[in-house]
């Protein structure tokens, strides 16, 4: 029998959690902070609702989010550079660069995004942390953050008992980084037997 999943529910858990974990390390530490920095190209409205919920969730359970906003003229050496330099700044500990960027350059969103330091990577986009994940290596990779977030609503709706070969997952793909990441993910955590629908054949 289906089941709705309250998403509201398990991201208020999550958040309440972190806030928790960021006020312990604090009460050991009084200088201790968490940084994250959201890289934006440009002025896209959906970016903006993105980037806001993103800052006021940091807000609410006290990280220090700091957006570094390029004009959408910025050439890809300068937003290179502005990675790099958020790679080599010791107060941030994560880094998004939000997509699609909004540019009138010719620029590699791709090679962007790879240029991130692998252990401040966020959205797991980076080469190294896929191809951790894609050798099954879950220690050593951040994960993509779509198909995390999709395996934390599995392990804490409860719905499961989550026994090995006993359930099946059907994927309906629309981008690859969702789709194998999610794949691997049910896979390597679940041993799902996982079954992928192409969009053009269900629309």
Known sequence: MAR??????????VLDG?????????????????????????????????IGKKIQSCKDV?????????????????????V???????????????????????????????????????????????GHLAQGDLARCIPPCTPNGCMELIKKSGGCQLSAG?????LAKNTEVFCQGMTRLLDLKYNFNVYILFLYLVR
Not at 4 to 13: A, T
Not at 65 to 79: E, G
């Open 4 to 13: 709705l999943i309250s998403g509201k529910e398990v991201s208020r858990e």
């Open 18 to 50: 972190i806030k928790a974990g960021i006020a312990a390390a604090r009460g050991k530490h009084a200088d201790f902070s968490a940084g994250l920095a959201i890289v934006q190209v440009g002025d896209l409205a959906e970016s903006n609702v993105y």
């Open 62 to 82: 006290g990280i220090d989010a700091r957006l570094v906003k390029l004009s959408k003229s910025s050439t890809q050496s300068q937003v290179l550079e502005t």
């Open 84 to 130: 790099n330099s958020l790679n080599a700044d010791s107060s941030i500990h994560g880094i998004i660069v939000q997509l699609p960027l909004d540019t009138n350059q010719t620029i590699d969103s791709h090679l962007v995004t790879n240029s991130i330091s692998a252990e401040k990577d966020v959205d797991g986009l980076t080469s190294l942390n896929a």
């Open 166 to 170: 006993a359930f099946s997952a059907c």
